[in-house]
């Protein structure tokens, strides 16, 4: 059991610096095809939602590389589309060029990147004007991601205990869900909830990605292989369970 939760902090630490990077890319063409079952599958559930939201505009919260957006659809189905993201990689600064009705917004959604250094623990002050005209809202992959650099951060001060750390993590993940629910029009989240460890085929540990926090009933649920070995360990697998749902 100490060797599992050695390598599990291993491969937790060595990921949680590819997927918060700009390396992201990398690591999807080292997964392959891996990814693919995913990334369909995430594209598939917004445009699947979007059918019911009015066609004025669309926010992409975590937009990134645009990977799991089917940016094109979007732009055709909506009169302004909106790609929010901390970074916007060149990638994604190319593919919108060609689209007329695409804005990027550079932006942390928690508010409090900013603020850490500066205060301890910071309550999060997600934008106030950027959701307050969307007709649709998609958080995407980004619930697991929001703790990452916080946590990191936290960790390293040593200041706190790991269960003040967590909570507060889980403070931010519930505050940015209560965000999208105040917001119009149709909100949808996607993302992961747990880590799991495999070898051939089989689940030996899981890991909360969301500390504790309790999700709504998902409409969808699917596995995402984003470290396949020998990625990360050339004895295991890491995967995550991903769920979709809406905010009503």
Known sequence: MCFVMALYADLRLKLNTAMSSRQIAKRKAAAGSAW??????????ILKNLGDANKGKVVILGSGHLFDVPLVDLSKAFKQVVLVDVEHPKSAKKAVKALGNVKLVTCDVTGI???????????????KDLLADADFTVSLNLISQIPLWPQDYLTKQGKHSDETINTYLKSLIQNHLDWLKSAPGIKCVI???????????????????????ELPPADETWTWKIAPKPIWDKSCDLQHKVCAFRIE
């Open 36 to 45: 693919d079952s995913h990334l369909d599958a995430s594209r598939a559930y």
């Open 113 to 127: 990147n900013n603020q850490l250094s500066q205060q301890d623990r910071p309550a999060p002050c997600p934008p």
């Open 191 to 213: 993302g992961d909830q747990e880590q799991q460890l495999c070898n051939k085929g089989k689940v030996f540990h899981t890991e909360d990605t969301l500390f504790g926090l």
